[in-house]
């Protein structure tokens, strides 16, 4: 699967933006769908994720509250909805795909990765 990230920019604080990650190629429904970014100097981290049936969710207790994630299969897309947003939410954000039968949040279990898009938040 291919995945393309787009949706990024400059935004102020408590504002919002919406990330969309587009697939192609083998069946989207087959893949657990992650967001994750990259703040500089720091590692990669998971921000939220959604199973292939869309019932498990997970996102970090950082963004709990603000961010939602959701697809739509029938567009082979995931969507991050990020409200509220803070200057420490500035980052490159990535969307990959994992083919696992099982719902999982690492980093390291994510197969297939989109490119980064970017996020800045001012204060």
Do not use: H
């Not at 967001?35 to 921000?47: C, I, S, T």
């Amino acid at each position: 699967v291919q995945l393309q990230a787009s949706g990024g920019g400059l935004v102020q604080a408590g504002g919002s933006l919406r990330l969309s990650c587009a697939a192609s190629g083998r069946a989207f429904s087959d893949y657990n769908m992650g967001w994750f970014r990259q703040a500089p100097g720091k590692e990669r981290e998971v921000v939220a994720a959604l199973s292939k049936s869309g019932i498990n969710t997970y996102y970090a207790d950082s963004v709990k509250g603000r961010f939602t994630i959701s697809r739509d299969n029938a567009k082979k897309t995931t969507y991050l909805q990020m409200n509220s947003l803070k200057p420490e939410d500035t980052a490159v954000y990535y969307c990959a795909a994992d083919s696992s039968l099982f719902f999982r949040v690492g980093v390291s279990r994510y197969d297939y990765w989109g490119q980064g898009t970017l996020v800045t938040v001012s204060s």
